[in-house]
């Protein structure tokens, strides 16, 4: 199985310890063990909110609100992929 994936986010920090996130992605999918999801496109996005927990520190907490084929969720996180 080969997935592909391609996506993006945009984020605008309103204050200096406060933001928002906006993200959209495209993914699918090749050489399933099941052919129907082979080369079926799969979209998601969503829009998030940042909070720097330390003054010093690069540390976020957040709140995720996502949407995708058929699912949904909302996320905690603390800290950051990258």
Not at 49 to 55: D, L
Not at 57 to 77: Q, T
């Amino acid at each position: 199985m080969v997935p592909f994936a391609f996506q993006g986010e945009y984020r605008y920090n309103f204050h200096p310890k406060m933001g928002l996130v906006g993200f959209a992605g495209l993914a699918t999918i090749y050489g399933s063990d099941n052919p129907d999801f082979n080369w079926d496109i799969y979209p998601g996005g969503g829009i998030g909110y940042r909070y720097r927990a330390f003054k010093d520190v690069k540390f976020n907490i957040g709140l995720d609100a996502a949407v995708g084929k058929d699912d949904w969720g909302i996320y905690f996180r603390i800290g950051e992929a990258f």
